[in-house]
């Protein structure tokens, strides 16, 4: 029996506009289950990586006061199993890369 596999709903370029919007409306309203209940409505289990390293990069851009509410939201995403700590070592790596 195959699994069926989540078919993305967006391109890349939506994707990214998506996430980021995303990370950026956590932020403000900091909601932890709606942001991981958008993370799933994205149908993108393959980009958790890319929305770990947005993630990241909007603390450097934006400041040390995203900081806590990103490292909230990524531990929550780990706990919810919605992220793999694969997923944010990826993540971080692209950062480097």
Known sequence: ??????TPKFNTSE???KMIALLEEY???RLLDEALQCVGELKSPEYHAEVAKEAINLVVY???SWLESIIK???YSLTKK????RDLGS????IAG
Do not use: D, R, T
């Open 1 to 6: 029996m195959e699994k069926s596999v989540a």
């Open 15 to 17: 994707l990214h506009k």
């Open 27 to 29: 932020f403000h309203i």
């Open 62 to 64: 934006k400041g040390l």
């Open 73 to 75: 939201l990524l531990e």
């Open 82 to 85: 919605v992220s793999s700590p």
């Open 91 to 94: 993540g971080c790596l692209g």
